[in-house]
């Protein structure tokens, strides 16, 4: 199944009742966040708005269920994609004799005959070309009140080395600074960063490329963890079962897809000194602060005469954003499982640990040590070195099953010998480490332990000893057990006092009956919901360093702070974001607006519950403390 653009794509979903057209004008500035956020969160469908003030309609939710992102990709369920990978994988790789490399040059031919094609003459999406290019003809959304503007959030970035010819297909956002300029947020982990970096050593202009919408199934293969030799168009052909055309570009050499919706042609100038970019409402469900970036100059821009502009939000989880991320555990589990740890028979990544922070896998296990195993192989592994918490479980435990996953862990963990606590690279989107993209992870061999492993006595980095008293005081808001699911969790809401609070010291202040042995005691802000694991979840792997903020108690329990670390002794080194949601202002807008947009009952805004955790400032926390120990 492929598309041939958006709006074919749109009328697809329409066709099947899972597209709701909104024909009254909405603003692209906060107005359609609002309402897209309502939506994802309730389970309902795509949304097309129709009027944008803007010659384009625009597109979000696009992808939002299982259904609809089996469809972009081509496919009629998520597992019927991975299941072919697999097969794919398997097929062609192990041969060692003469005979058995023969034998799968059929396999390996068919993906051959996958690679893009290029073409002459001019594709469907150069039907129009403004050749005095400008940004604000797109309906480009301003997502979160404290945004430094409006930014391009489905992007497809395309690249090209120097020196080797490859190219790439990268997402990375663009905050639109004028009308022919955006900033190019690639981070440091990135191919196009790196290509970026060989363009500089040359003292050359750069190409760059952006497409917007096409196939669906494009704007999934640039978010995929592909290696940097493999073409994202192949594999959106292997997903698509149809070979990808290219057009070249108008004003730079670059090749994109001829059915593209919209096609930003430009250049990064190296030599050029870098921007600010920053601050943006980020799929951490945190603000991803200012800082400085290369900047695309804008030479051409040309779409589609039925163009639809792609747009998606992302913010506190779950998002649009969630979707794609649970193709990818189906896609990418084959070779993980294949090339890092054949143990493995299960991979999930909850949504509400945003992808790399928090992973669960099942293993098959054979011999002592092989959860640690597991676990060391995984943080060394591609993207997956960007994992903050991982958790192994025996097989027979279902990677999804969380109260499962919270018995396994319980039950088989001894927080002295089954949690491996190391350093390494984290996404330079996470807030909570001492350092810039580097700091703390967790592993937690929760696997069912063979005697082997009860009888010798096993060395990892320790967890903070805490000894100290201090006194709680008035800290402790609200206390909150997990005894219906039989689980020993305590979690507490806590209100640091104005002169800050040391949570080592809090930690070894709290009642005797709270700190059992064996017991996991988890801190959160005052205004978190105790109650709701997704976000307690979200909180403790977004908020928490864990060579920082776990603390092995005395008594033989396990402390973790999972607040924000803005009045925190000693002081935290860096600026702290402040949680992504509407302001009032949104809120009561699309409230009274409702009626207007005709998509059914009102739906109650999401960011009503997470207004309690914003703290006094915009983007960052202000800072109202200073002391260090």
């Given at each position: ?11 697809y979903l329409?066709?099947?009742g ?13 107005e359609?966040?609002?309402?897209a956020d ?8 795509a949304?097309?708005f129709e009027d ?5 309609p625009?597109?979000i939710n696009?992808f ?6 089996a469809?972009?990709i081509?496919r009629?369920s ?6 072919e990978?697999f ?8 041969a ?14 068919q993906?051959?005959r996958l690679?893009?094609v290029?073409?002459?003459?001019r ?5 129009v070309v ?10 480009v ?7 430094a ?5 489905l ?5 090209r ?8 297909l ?7 600074m ?7 947020h690639?981070?440091r982990?990135k ?6 970096e060989?363009?500089k ?13 096409g196939d669906?199934?494009?704007t ?5 963890p ?6 994202e ?9 149809r ?9 730079n050499d670059l090749?994109?897809p001829?059915?593209s919706?919209?096609?930003?042609e430009?250049?990064v100038?190296?030599a ?8 943006f ?9 200012s ?18 502009y792609p747009a ?12 794609m ?8 589990f ?7 740890a054949?143990?493995i ?17 099942s293993?098959?296990?054979?011999y ?12 060394g592994a591609?993207?997956m070195?960007?994992s ?17 996953v919270?018995?396994a862990l319980?039950?088989?963990?001894r927080?002295?010998t089954d949690?491996l ?10 807030h909570?480490?001492?350092s810039?993209?580097?700091g703390?992870k967790?592993?937690?061999?929760a696997t069912?332990?063979?005697p082997?492993?009860?009888?010798g006595?096993?060395h990892s980095?320790p967890?903070f000893?805490?000894t100290?008293d201090?006194?709680t ?7 909150r057990t ?7 969790v305590?979690v507490l ?6 002169q ?5 010291h ?5 009642p005797a ?9 988890v801190?959160?802000?005052e205004?978190?919901?105790?109650d ?8 403790i792997t977004?908020?928490?360093?864990p060579?920082r ?8 329990a ?5 607040t924000?670390?803005?009045?925190s002794l000693p ?6 974001p402040?949680?992504v949601?509407?302001?009032r202002?949104?809120i ?5 607006r ?6 059914g ?11 309690p955790?914003?703290?006094?400032g915009?983007a960052?926390?202000e ?7």
């Open positions: 199944m492929s598309f041939n653009g958006l709006a074919q794509y749109a009328s329409d066709d099947r899972d597209l709701t057209r909104v024909r009254c004008r909405v603003s692209p500035l906060l359609i966040t609002e309402i309502r939506l994802v969160k309730s389970g309902g469908k949304l097309l944008t003030g803007t010659a384009f625009l597109l696009a939002a269920s299982d259904r609809r992102m469809a972009a081509g009629s998520l597992d019927d994609a991975g299941d990978i097969s794919l994988i398997e097929s062609v790789s192990g060692r004799s003469l005979s058995g490399k023969l034998s799968k040059l059929p396999r390996m031919m993906l051959l690679a893009p290029r073409k002459g003459g594709g469907e999406c150069q039907e403004e050749t005095a290019p400008d940004l604000d003809i797109l309906p959304l301003k997502c979160w009140p404290h945004d503007g409006r930014f391009i959030t992007p497809l970035v395309h690249t080395h120097p020196e080797t010819g490859k190219t790439n990268g997402m990375y956002r663009m905050q639109v004028g009308k022919d300029v955006t900033g190019m690639w981070h982990h191919t196009g960063a790196r290509h970026f060989a363009w050593r040359r003292g050359e202009r750069m190409p760059v490329t952006v497409t917007l919408g669906p199934v494009y999934y293969a640039a978010t995929a592909l290696p940097e030799d493999i073409s168009y192949l594999l959106a052909a292997f997903l698509r079962r070979r990808v055309t290219l057009v070249r570009c108008l004003t090749w994109v001829s059915d919706d919209i096609v930003i430009g250049y100038d190296p050029e000194p870098l921007v600010t970019e920053g601050p409402g980020d799929h951490t469900g945190f603000y991803s602060l800082d400085l970036y290369p900047r695309l100059h804008v030479t051409c821009i040309t779409h589609r005469r039925n163009a639809v998606t939000v992302v913010g506190v989880p779950p998002m649009e954003d969630a979707w991320g649970k193709a990818t555990e189906k896609i990418f084959a070779p993980i499982k294949l090339a890092i054949p143990e028979r299960e991979l999930h990544m909850p949504v509400a640990g945003v992808a790399h922070n928090l992973v669960i896998v293993i098959e296990k054979r002592p040590g092989q959860g640690l195993k597991v676990l060391s192989a995984l943080f591609g993207q070195m960007l903050k918490y991982i958790i192994v479980v025996s097989n027979g435990v279902s990677v999804t099953d969380y109260l499962a919270a018995e319980f039950g088989n963990v927080f002295e949690l606590l190391t350093r390494g690279p984290l996404d330079v989107l996470d909570s480490s001492d810039f993209s580097m703390g967790l592993g937690i061999d069912v332990k063979l082997e492993e009860r009888t006595e096993y980095l967890l000893p805490l100290d201090a006194v005081g008035d800290i402790i808001t609200g206390i997990m005894a219906e699911q039989s689980l020993p305590a809401t806590i209100k640091k006092p104005p800050g609070l040391d949570m080592r809090f930690a070894t202040s709290l009956p709270l700190t059992m042995p064996g017991t996991v005691i801190a959160l802000d205004g978190a919901d105790a709701d694991p997704g976000m307690i979840t979200w909180l977004g908020n928490s360093d060579s903020d776990l603390y092995r108690l005395d008594s033989g396990l402390f973790i702070d999972a924000a670390k803005t009045l002081a935290f080194p860096r600026e702290w402040n949680v949601c509407s302001d202002e949104t009561e807008l699309v409230d009274r409702w009626p207007e947009y005709d998509i009952d009102r739906i109650t805004s999401p960011s009503l519950k997470l207004l955790l914003v703290r006094p915009t960052s926390v800072r109202v403390n200073s002391t260090t120990r």
